[in-house]
């Protein structure tokens, strides 16, 4: 009866372990991330952050709303509220592009050099937006 005992215990712990570790509503599993590029880079990076986001972006009707203004590096969440997915991809070449699907959320993380950032969406060319980084 003791080893029935020890065998029970040990078979919780494992599940709490397993649970505790390996759960499936994690950072990663809810959010896109992408950061921002430095020239000549293909892609964003898929990475999740800790850090709270400063600004959000809102996507929704096809449009990015008002313009956003952000400290430099600053974590700026995107939700795109379209049932398509979009992107947030910069004008100048290399800075900063991340796709955000249908009706889900992601980050990017702002360029490190203040200025303006026009930016527009790669799968639909009349969406334009601007990012302030201040």
Partial sequence: MKRFGLFLVAGCLLAAFATACGGSS????????????????AGSTAAATGAPAAATITIANMDYGQPVTVPPGAQIALKNSDSVEHSVTSDAAGKFSVDVDGNEQATLTAPTEPGQYAFHCKYHPAMHGTLTVT
Avoid: I, P, V
Wanted: hydrophobic share 20%.
């Fill in 26 to 41: 994690s950072t990663s599993d809810q959010y896109k991330s992408g950061t921002a590029m430095s020239a000549g880079s």
